[in-house]
């Protein structure tokens, strides 16, 4: 300030400076008490309305109890009732009680007899298993008796069938040898003359004769097979066969009457064969034809009513 009592410009500015101040720090006092009123305000409305929510619970509980407690007069009410139709069931039930009461005596006494019975069968039962058990021990003791009994059934059995097949096959052989050997000898018996007959059964009953004192001499052995040599040949030579061993293995065959001795005629209709399965191709009509009488034994005989399959 001067001396001349007026006010500066400086003063001025320094009190307009100050009132600045104090007018900012009122300001912020203000803005200070705003922020605090809003954050105050803010936490009424969510007190609000958290209160809100909890009216809302408040009322749906209410609403729940009172629905609850409806339900409870409907379920006192139902209970009530049903108490009432029982009682009136019991007063008519209990005549029908009594008669049950008789009918459940009856049918003790009646069960206590089926008991007792049921005692008396499974005494019996246990009678019974013993007498089993007593019967399976002596059928152990005594198995491998019905077991090898079994086996020489069933082994007789077999023998049986064995030998009626073999029969059968002896007969369905027998018949189809006689059979190829009857056409042979209507085929030959047009060839014979009765002189080359009458040698040649000479001739076999001459080998016949000679075998079974051969056999006689030599104790009679069941597994040597006997033949005539001069027959033998001369229906090689006929047939034109030249493997002796093996016409002979052949011709074993044909032994119908199974005395191990090869006649004329069994050899003449295992020649036959022989020729047909070996496929030879040697005419019978270039043997020689002085032995030609040895093929042709069996005709003589046939022609003299002698079975060929009957045993020398």
Known sequence: MSEDGTITPEVKIKDLEERLEEETDRLLKLYAAYEQQEKELLDTKAEVEVLEKEIVER???????????TEKDVRIRDLELKA???????????????????????????????FSIAEELDNDLRLAVVELQTRDGWYMDHMSLFEDLNKAIKQRYEMIEAAVEAER????????????????????AA???????????TTEAAAVAAAAENAD????????????????????????????????????SYDM????????SELGAAAADFVNESSTEAPAEE??????????????????????WEDQ
């Open 257 to 264: 009457d199974g005395n191990q001795y090869l006649k004329g």
């Open 191 to 201: 060839e014979m003359t009765i002189e080359e007959a009458t040698d040649i059964d």
């Open 84 to 114: 009432s139709k029982t009682g009136k069931q019991v007063e008519h039930l209990e005549p029908e009680l009594q008669k049950m009461e008789e009918k459940y005596a009856r049918e003790k006494d009646r069960l206590g007899k089926v």
């Open 59 to 69: 009322e749906i509980e209410k609403e729940g109890l009172s629905a609850l407690l």
């Open 217 to 252: 001499e030599d104790g009679g052995d069941d597994d040597e097979w006997k033949w005539s040599e001069s027959v033998l040949q001369g229906v090689m030579d006929k047939n034109g066969i030249t493997d002796r061993d093996a016409f002979i293995e052949f011709a074993k």
């Open 169 to 188: 096959q002896s007969q369905h052989m027998g018949r189809a040898i006689e059979e190829r050997v009857e056409e042979m000898v209507e085929a030959r």
């Open 287 to 308: 043997a020689p034809a002085e032995e030609a009488p040895a093929e042709e034994a069996p005709a003589e005989s046939w022609g003299d009513g002698v079975d060929p």
